[in-house]
């Protein structure tokens, strides 16, 4: 066994794999994008934009603690490109959703990140 239980994949193609599955354990109306996060190898950039009238924007960065567990970390809510405060009941309910999606995301592709 080796001492660290790291992520054995590379960014391009954990980005790739997430940018799959992610919109399969979302609301199908809501649409994603995720990018490789240039500044951390482990982590992803999500951002994640409601559907309807609403018109929030979410950016999350998810970064791999080890090969199973993401740490999840909100960056910005956004509503027709303004920044919101995230503390309005609206907003903490969809990031609460979009913290268990991303969670859901990462288990279902533990098989891919964790070797």
Same mark, same amino acid.
């Given at each position: 066994?080796?001492? $660290?239980?790291?992520?054995?994949?590379?960014? &391009? @193609?954990?980005?790739? /794999?997430? +940018? &799959?599955?992610? %919109?399969?354990?979302?609301?199908? /109306? #809501? +649409?994603?994008?995720?990018? %490789?996060?240039?500044?951390d190898a482990?982590?992803?950039?999500?951002?994640?934009?409601?559907?309807?009238?609403?018109?929030? @924007?979410?950016?999350?960065?998810?970064?791999?603690? #080890?090969? +199973?567990?993401?740490?999840?970390?909100?960056?910005?809510?956004?509503?027709?490109?303004?920044?919101?405060?995230? +503390?309005?009941?609206?907003?903490?309910?969809?990031? @609460?959703?979009?913290?268990?999606?991303?969670?859901?995301?990462?288990? $279902?592709? &533990?098989?891919?990140?964790?070797?």
């Amino acid at each position: 066994m080796g001492k $660290t239980d790291e992520l054995q994949i590379d960014q &391009q @193609s954990l980005a790739d /794999a997430w +940018r &799959q599955t992610l %919109p399969e354990v979302m609301n199908s /109306a #809501d +649409r994603c994008t995720v990018l %490789p996060d240039e500044a951390d190898a482990k982590a992803l950039r999500v951002t994640i934009e409601t559907a309807g009238h609403q018109m929030y @924007s979410f950016d999350f960065k998810i970064t791999y603690v #080890d090969s +199973r567990e993401i740490n999840v970390e909100l960056i910005d809510v956004e509503k027709d490109d303004i920044s919101v405060d995230e +503390r309005a009941d609206i907003v903490q309910q969809l990031i @609460s959703d979009y913290k268990r999606h991303l969670h859901e995301c990462a288990q $279902t592709l &533990q098989q891919l990140t964790h070797a």
